[in-house]
DNA sequence: AATGAATGAGGTTTCATTCAT
DNA sequence: TATGAATGAAACCTCATTCAT
């Protein structure tokens, strides 16, 4: 799987990148529809137009194609919007508008957020793919946690490792009820800002922050 | 899918029900171990000790002993230990005790609940059983949290239905993030000890029931 | 198949007897059905009420049923009524007889004979029983033809071989398309009497001979 | 069944279109071989000299197949000849031309026409196309019959119908008899001859159309 | 490169026959 | 003998991959 650059050489041929492009979207498309187990390339390269054996001209095989299809992914999806990290603003708002755009990004992508949630559980390769980037995003929660809590602005009994975990969960696993599952008809900002206050609440962040959070 | 009674009649002779249980053992150790979809018949009744056809004598096919496997799961998953809605003690300490119920069901049978997670993804018969599960838990944790806000005991402010899913989602997850991914060396008791604080402060219950859960 | 006898001993216990009659009426049945090649074993055991295994208590094998069966058929079809060749009455007299006990049993057995035509298509060895009956019906009728031919009661010029080949044909297999096939719903009295017309017409039976026929 | 033309789109390339034929004549071969039930596709691939895969990028399967070897042996039979209603000449000379056509492209065929009695009694789609034909052609004996009584040159007594069907049997009944089974080695002039003899004998066709026959 | 047929490994399923109880 | 599960040889079909044009 984890290539993510092309597999098969530059292309030459003018109109090659342009059925190269086709293939990864329709691959997109299929996989999006029938999950990646199912995803026949007979289905893929019908979806692009070409003929069944133009797929091998491009890509190595179904997980080479997967590859390009991850990293269009990464592309539209990881621009993270104003980082938790980053300073400049109050705690509750810099949450808030973290939980905005990926809950945004999420509901724009929702299939394949489902895809990845499928590719996680079938293809150990990706799964590690996908930890390492949950890995850096927690750690930044964490450092959070721990940098609120010497500060007095968090409460101190939590272990801010868990924490980060739980809370990153809490956010990721209820967009994914949300937007793949269809859980419920839920408005977009009363779910952010329900969200928003749960993290809040839990880790005891102070009146003081949340207030202007509010404003 | 998910039909816990036997496929095929119920098996005469003593022996027979004996090969019966050791293909529902043999698939559920090739399920958890290739997933779903990767699981071949050869394998099952290989690791059955029986022949290849005779896996047919028992079950019509893959999705029958998928039915057997579930059924066998569910016994020994579904006892949900002390419900949140169970009166009798204090609000934190039922909290508790639901979560450490959960976590030590969840750690025991950590390999089931990643097929059940993979199962989800791949099969929409399933799918549908645990929605219908999840939701009889969300729906019961979305009264409670009603309650507790008539009472004045939890924020107000808080969408008693969006809450209720993400305090499922952020137990459940973690769990898996912990006994499934394996995400880190985490000790039981400050698991359980972080989520209960983390559910506790975010619905905002105030600091009696708190320091009685302590007790 | 052609075994005639039973293939498995004599049935020592008292009941044997009686499964194994059973079990040649189920395959009967069956057959008749489904035909020889799509008859299970599974299936006639079950007709007959009993186990799959104890089929082959009785017989060896599907072909060994078909001997059976047979065997039962050759005793329901072979009273030939008035054979041809029996002298004392007159020709078209013996001849109308002859087509009338063919047809009628012919009808009371359709199904049978569809089974046997299906059989002489697909097995062999059954092709050869069929084709040794068959032999000795025409010969006897080549015979009459003969001796008709010489005592200027029939025509001359027709090949006494073919002839009764044709004869043959003409019957059997108008009864075949009339109570198999279901070709027409036809008097059997009309059915009768046309192919005795036909056939005495076909030799040149002369008037005299005809007449006697008619009353 | 019986579909005449190809069922999985038109091939695009040349040695494609070669290959498919390859595989119907293999088909024909092994179903004339083996019949249509015990016939195995693997067979039919290999003596196509392809792969056993590649008989899938042609036909569906089994059945598939059969339809395109049916379609090939219309083709080849269905050319009927002189047709019994074509006016011009005597009836016994046209009787006698209908014969001979019929039997010569039988014994052409021999292997062939035994295939279609046995897919009559085995593929009940089949049956009912060949009961379609023979119908057709029954019913123009039919016609012809009940003409020739009008005219008075046929036995007035006959049922048409039944006479019909009668006669058609006898006819392609022993062509089966002598050329698939083998009946005897009989010279073709002299079946031919008898048959003839026996069609006109039994209609009562009077000796004026009889002895112009003869010359 | 593009095409689409050819390939063949891999899986599923059926069912006659064997065999222990 | 009766039973019914166990066996394993066939057969079918799918589909990723190769390859000649």
Chains 1, 2, 3, 4 share one sequence.
Not at 45 to 51: D, T, V
Not at 58 to 64: I, N, P, Q, V
Not at 117 to 142: G, K, S
Request: charged share 25%; aromatic share 6%; hydrophobic share 45%.
């Amino acid at each position: 799987v984890a290539t993510t650059d092309a597999s098969i050489g530059v292309p030459r041929r003018a109109d090659a990148a342009r059925n190269r492009d086709r293939l990864v979207a329709a691959a997109r498309e299929v996989f999006e529809r029938d999950g990646y187990v199912r995803a026949r390339i007979t289905d893929i390269s019908a979806a692009a137009g070409l003929a069944h054996g133009s797929f091998f001209s491009h890509f190595r095989g179904k997980d080479d194609v997967l590859a390009a299809v991850l990293g269009q992914i990464e592309d539209e999806m990881l621009h993270p919007g104003p980082s938790l990290a980053s300073p400049g603003s109050n705690v509750v708002a810099r949450i808030e508008a973290a939980n905005r755009a990926y809950l945004e990004a999420y509901q724009r992508h929702a299939s394949l957020m489902a895809l990845l949630e499928q590719l996680a559980t079938v293809d150990d390769a990706f799964l590690r793919i996908r930890l390492e980037r949950t890995r850096a995003f927690v750690d930044r929660n964490a450092r959070l946690i721990r940098d609120l809590q010497r500060d007095g602005h968090a409460d101190p009994e939590l272990d801010p490792d868990i924490t980060a975990v739980a809370i990153s969960s809490m956010v990721s696993r209820t967009a994914y009820a949300t937007f793949v599952l269809g859980w419920k008809s839920v408005e977009l900002d009363r779910l952010i800002d329900t969200l928003t206050r749960l993290w809040v609440n839990a880790l005891r962040i102070p009146r003081a922050a949340r207030r202007r959070a509010n404003t």
